[in-house]
């Protein structure tokens, strides 16, 4: 096999120091009516044919990179990434080395990762970040078990903004199944248009964590301090969902003072990639350090003196304080966070505002003619960032299987998740998209009410 | 290892002071730990507790532990000092690193001096 | 403990490296007339990001990266990690346009080779494990465990059982094991190993009763031993109603050499990451996809791949997504990690087949074994019979106060990375080895003989593993100054706290 490098004869060789005869012999403890099945396999393939079947399929999808033309966002998007976060990504010394158990030899992925908590930090105004979790929902999840611990279980309830992804929320319910809360605020009649200072109806002494989503998951913007303030004064903690681009322009949800901030991280240069891996941001105040889940990088010196990097605080971990443990997670997404690191790097100061304002401007370029189509609308007056709710005059599902015969990925169909808006087209555009692009969604759409 | 003849403990390494009702951890526990990093009290002022309630978590570069009450009784005082300073219960494990002051109390079977010692050095 | 002196900086952070007004990447002018900005409360006054040129990145991350031990650069027997070689095609099959680029939410005709490759790796998969069903949206092996335990609980609770609380867990386990249990709020209760390093039979029929969620065993275990009694082991727990969970970390060992399902688990999680060579990252993505038996499958997570029209004459078969019956819920949003798990692994498992991934656990096993032979005359070995994949040696030697953990950093002077250190808990000064197959008997003879080296140092000349390591870059950390001081961002340069607006106008173009 081409990946085992032993040859017969040191194979003999080998078992002859072990002082058996054959490799058979080494597996006498597995019972013998189940040992040695015969697996139904497709043959091996050689690894040009690997190459070849693997492009086969590959060549069965139709790529927003060419094959069509995507207005589709709603927790994932098409952001241009800039061609070195790719290089240093293959680096063997960074994705084939593991957790960064031995700091001696390690410092490489230490530093990256101490880099990228301050990146996310710089990002959303907090003081803490982890070193990752595995997306958006798990990181918003994470929230949850962290207030809980901070308040050591004695409040039993979250309260969840409807606007918050659909899919988080519904993470969310999977985590806290054994954990005996009580969920409120994003109940089927929840008004969708109120402001999000509706949510403080729920907020009571029994609330460990209030969660909203900036923007929202319908592209609304809300500045979310007066929530915040009323959450602290009955001292629950708020946690901000956060999407990482429109943070280069907004204001940050630390200003705001928010405890916790969340998000996907993959429009920071990581691909789509079919919805995985991204990357789950997780930043918080410094007093929550201890009941923080996953891993954290701190500074310290080596005996040389040397500025060196540790992973610290690892008692709290699940390896250490195993069921008393915050969470379990023992991986973070690590190459992910270094590929946001070497994104924010590149792109910097200047670069990641440019691209969230290519992004505003597009959305609203596009928000302008579309909504002057006759049929379709804005449904909301909100500032947006680079998403939006459109109002259509027929439902969604329609009008994207007439979108996909033009070549165009329609905008996501909000009432699969929300049954009161059935004509509700929730669109995203980004730098990727350009003016032609736009007005040909624009053109079709016109179209499409005319049919 | 250092064990004061006036206290008591317990088999999971909680000293308690029948004079004064105070609680902390041995000696022999925080050197066990090493350097501890973080310690948060588990109970307040006014609350009761039994015998083997956790009273105190406390983690250290390399490990975790609870702190359990060696007595029963209402909780008096908490030492909020310490967790500013987790250090101390390293340096002054059964002076400033008291953790809890029970009042009331009823203590549950606790060993003495002579016999925590020994009961120590048979784990070592 | 705050030292005066000032630490010597081996390479600066992006922070310090930046400087004001430098370009890394330019993007083009909006084509679209610019609209306003929101109003300016909404908006932030600074963005404190480093401001480097490309070259500086670089060069940055290529000196990091230096720092490194890798697979790539050297012999990685990290006990329970599988730190196996990655393949290079892999590298690239998950980086095809095809996958890279497609969204998620894309309608299902758009992405049929997604589906298909999908659809066929859940195949695949229950096809090596022996189970019935299988979701690939677990995002790591933990992830994998919490999907476990959320199954085996609905399981139970959609039978009306509704007084299980305990999940039993044997004291070599992993610590995500009682984490994941503790997460859902389920009781842990440890149960010792007997001296062979198998489950103590005695003490899990004492624990057994009705109030038993189930048992969570990792086999081959942590000291890389299969259970002697494996089959008694799942039938003492199944005739008490309990459920049988597999940590599916060890099944490198297992691969075409028994199937978990056959034996009579009811749930296990894969790492893609360690048995199917896709790369472990610094310490992630993993990939943790979790099978069940036939009785578990309506409980999995949504959605699962399937197939919604069977194929005819003229056209393939439609696949799509399937909601079980009585899933537990999403554990992730989308699908779980497609692009850097999935298809990396789909890669591997191809070019193996059956006979391929037999001959990888031969190997392992092979290898493992001999590392123990050349290792037994200079290490203690507490549990000494024929390993699987991995064994644990003692690193601590008679009359010597020196620990596994200087073992360890002197193995790093040889150019070798430690093994797993102090775990699993039950060996004292635990060293757990585990070589891969992987490895040609040149690396494993010259990791044995530095081994052996070091046991000889640590007679004659025990300084030398206490201040090692003396080859590498950086030496032993302050890791009490770590926790203490809880330096945990990079220092901001003081220009950063002005806001960006006063000197750069928010709108574009005016650069």
């Excluded at chain 1, 490799?23 to 690997?50: C, G, H, I, N, S």
């Excluded at chain 1, 050591?152 to 606007?163: L, Q």
């Excluded at chain 1, 006759?374 to 599902?397: I, M, N, Q, R, T």
């Excluded at chain 3, 007997?194 to 109030?211: P, S």
Aim: proline fraction near 6%.
């Amino acid at each position: 096999m081409t990946y085992i490098p032993i040859s017969p004869n040191e194979r003999e060789a080998m078992l002859k120091t072990i002082g058996v005869q054959t490799l058979d012999d080494l597996f006498q403890d597995v019972p013998e009516k189940y040992r040695f099945p015969k697996l139904d396999l497709p043959p091996a393939l050689t690894e040009m044919e690997a190459a070849q079947y693997l492009q086969e399929l590959a060549s069965l999808n139709e790529t927003v990179h060419g094959d069509l033309i995507s207005f589709l966002g709603a927790g994932m998007y098409n952001h241009y990434i800039p061609a070195v976060v790719d290089h240093i990504l293959r680096r063997g010394e960074f994705y084939t080395a593991y957790t960064p158990y031995q700091p001696e030899i390690s410092q490489g992925t230490l530093q990256a990762i101490f880099e990228y908590q301050s990146l996310m930090c710089a990002l959303t105004g907090m003081e803490v970040s982890n070193a990752s979790h595995y997306d958006g929902a798990t990181a918003a999840a994470e929230a949850i078990n962290m207030a809980y611990a901070v308040f050591r279980g004695k409040r039993k309830k979250v309260v969840i903004s409807p606007t918050v992804h659909p899919q988080y929320r519904a993470v969310i319910r999977t985590y806290t199944q054994g954990m005996e809360l009580e969920l409120a605020g994003d109940d089927a009649r929840a008004d969708l248009e109120a402001a999000p200072e509706f949510l403080t109806n729920h907020i009571d002494a029994n609330t460990l964590l209030a969660i909203v989503q900036y923007p929202d998951f319908f592209g609304r913007i809300y500045d979310y301090t007066k929530l915040i303030e009323e959450a602290h004064g009955k001292g629950a903690l708020v946690c901000v969902v956060a999407n990482p681009i429109a943070l280069a322009i907004l204001k940050t949800p630390g200003e705001m003072g928010a405890d916790i901030v969340v998000g996907e991280g993959q429009p920071l240069g990581i691909p789509m990639w079919f919805g995985g891996p991204s990357l789950g941001f997780f930043t918080t105040r410094k007093t929550y350090v201890h009941k923080m889940a996953g891993r954290l990088v701190g500074e310290t010196v080596d005996n040389r003196g040397q500025r060196a990097y540790v992973l610290t605080l690892t008692a709290r971990e699940q390896h250490i304080k195993r069921e008393r443990a915050t969470s379990n997670i023992c991986t973070n997404q690590g190459l992910m966070a270094l590929a946001s690191a070497v994104y924010l790097s590149v792109m910097g100061r200047a670069g990641l505002r440019q691209v969230a304002e290519l992004c505003y401007h597009k959305a609203h370029y596009a928000a302008e003619i579309l909504s002057q189509i006759p049929g379709y609308g804005l449904c909301f007056s909100d500032p947006f960032f680079h998403e939006f709710s459109l109002c259509c005059p027929k439902p969604v599902a329609e009008i994207n299987a007439h979108l996909l015969e033009h070549g165009i990925l329609g905008g996501y169909d909000l009432s699969q998740d929300y049954p009161s808006l059935p004509n509700h087209m929730l669109i995203a555009v980004t730098e990727m998209n350009t003016k032609e692009e736009i007005d040909l969604l624009a053109e079709i759409l016109a179209e499409v009410n005319h049919d | 290892m250092n064990a004061p003849s006036r206290l008591k403990y317990t088999k999971t390494d909680e000293w308690y002071d029948p004079a004064t009702g105070k609680v902390g951890l041995t000696d022999y526990a925080q050197s066990h730990l090493s350097d501890i990093v973080f310690v948060e009290i588990l109970v307040e002022a006014g609350e009761t507790v039994e015998v083997g309630k956790a009273i105190a978590s406390v983690e250290s570069v390399k490990a975790s532990a609870e702190v359990y009450a060696p007595a029963a009784g209402v909780v008096a005082e908490v030492n909020k000092a310490i967790a500013e300073k987790p250090e101390t219960l390293n340096q002054d494990p059964y002076g400033q690193g008291w953790l809890i002051r029970i009042e009331n109390s009823l203590p549950g079977d606790l060993m003495d001096a002579d016999a925590y010692i020994r009961y120590c050095e048979e784990r070592d | 403990m705050t030292e005066t002196l000032t630490p010597k900086v081996v390479e600066p952070t992006l922070f310090e490296l930046s400087s004001p007004g430098r370009i890394g990447v330019t993007m083009p002018e909006p084509d679209v007339p610019k609209a306003d900005l929101p109003p300016a409360h909404l908006l932030r006054s600074d963005l404190p990001l480093p401001e480097l040129a490309e070259v500086d990145v670089v060069r940055h991350y290529l000196r990091l990266s230096q720092f490194n031990y890798s697979v790539d650069g050297g012999f990685y027997p990290l006990g329970s990690c599988t730190m196996k070689y990655n393949p290079k095609i892999n590298e690239d099959t998950c980086r095809l346009p095809g996958f890279l680029y497609t969204h998620p939410l894309q309608p299902i005709e758009t992405v049929q080779g997604n589906l298909e490759l999908m659809y066929l790796l859940q195949e695949w998969l229950k096809e090596i494990s022996g189970f019935a069903a299988v979701s690939l949206q677990p995002a790591a092996g933990a992830h994998g465990e919490l999907t476990g335990v959320l199954i085996m609980r609905a399981y139970h609770k959609s039978r009306g059982d509704h007084k299980r609380i305990k999940m039993l867990i044997p004291d070599s386990a992993h610590g995500t094991n009682p984490a994941s249990s503790g997460m859902i709020g389920l009781q842990v209760v440890q149960i010792p190993s007997d001296a062979r390093g198998n489950v103590d039979l005695n003490a899990l029929k004492a624990a057994c009763d009705d109030a038993v969620v189930g048992l969570m065993l990792t086999n081959p275990n942590t000291l890389g031993l299969f259970d002697e009694n494996i089959e008694e082991v799942i039938r003492v727990v199944h005739e008490c109603g309990g459920l049988v969970y597999g940590d599916g970390a060890n099944l490198n060992a297992l691969l075409g050499i028994v199937r978990p399902g056959d034996l009579g688990f009811d749930v296990m999680h894969f790492n893609l990451h360690k048995t199917f060579s896709v790369p472990h990252g610094g310490g992630g993505p993993g990939s943790g996809p979790i099978g069940v038996a036939a009785h578990l499958a309506d409980f999995l997570p949504e959605p699962i791949v399937g197939i919604l029209e069977e194929d005819d004459e003229e056209t393939p078969p439609l696949f799509g997504f399937i909601r079980p019956a009585k899933s537990i819920g999403r554990i992730k949003a989308f699908y779980g990690h497609f692009g850097g798990g999935m298809v990396r692994a789909f890669t591997y498992i191809a070019m193996h087949g059956a006979e391929g991934l037999k001959q990888v656990a031969q190997h392992a096993v092979l290898n493992a074994n001999y590392l123990l032979a050349r290792l037994r005359g200079s290490y203690r070995v507490p549990y000494d019979r024929i390993c699987m994949h991995e064994f644990v040696v003692e690193g601590r030697f008679e009359g010597s106060d020196l620990r596994a953990l200087d073992i360890s950093k002197r193995l790093m002077d040889y150019n070798f990375h430690p093994p797993t250190n102090y775990f699993p808990l039950i060996v004292p000064e635990a060293l757990m080895i585990e070589p891969t197959e992987t490895e040609n008997k040149a690396t494993l003879d010259a990791f044995a003989d530095a081994m052996i080296q070091i046991a000889e140092e640590a007679r004659t000349n025990p300084d030398l593993l206490r201040a090692a390591p003396h080859n590498t870059l950086f030496g032993r950390m302050d890791e009490v100054r770590a926790a203490r001081e809880l330096v945990l961002c990079c220092w901001l340069p003081e220009d950063y706290s002005k806001p960006l607006t006063d000197e750069q106008p928010a709108s574009l173009g005016e650069r």
